[in-house]
């Protein structure tokens, strides 16, 4: 399954400032985000079949964050290249 990382860049009241890796930003309510979301987080979000995020089902990625700041890539990022392919 394919995924879209969205970081959370900022959080004014009930809304969260998400940016993606192409850097598109999006707000979203803070009521729908995983819980311990915050500032900072990166949140992995499946794609549905059709390429939309289904949010329901986001996730914080820690792991995925440790690897992007010690600037290695994730199996699962390989993987889904490969499937873009």
Same mark, same amino acid.
């Given at each position: 399954?394919?995924?879209?990382?969205?970081?959370? #860049? &900022?959080?004014?009241?009930?809304?969260?400032?998400?940016? =993606? *890796? +192409?850097?598109?930003?999006?707000?979203?309510?803070?009521?729908?985000?995983?819980?311990?979301?915050?500032?900072?987080?990166?949140?992995?979000?499946p794609l549905n079949? #059709? &390429?939309?995020?289904?949010?329901?089902?986001?996730?914080? =990625? *820690? +792991?995925?964050?440790?690897?992007?700041?010690?600037?290695?890539s994730s199996g699962?990022?390989?993987?889904?290249?490969?499937?873009?392919?």
């Amino acid at each position: 399954m394919q995924r879209r990382y969205y970081t959370v #860049a &900022g959080i004014s009241g009930p809304v969260a400032l998400l940016v =993606d *890796d +192409d850097n598109h930003q999006t707000a979203f309510p803070m009521g729908r985000l995983p819980r311990g979301a915050k500032g900072g987080s990166l949140l992995a979000v499946p794609l549905n079949a #059709a &390429g939309t995020p289904s949010w329901a089902d986001a996730e914080i =990625d *820690d +792991d995925e964050a440790k690897r992007r700041a010690a600037g290695t890539s994730s199996g699962i990022e390989e993987a889904e290249k490969g499937e873009e392919r």
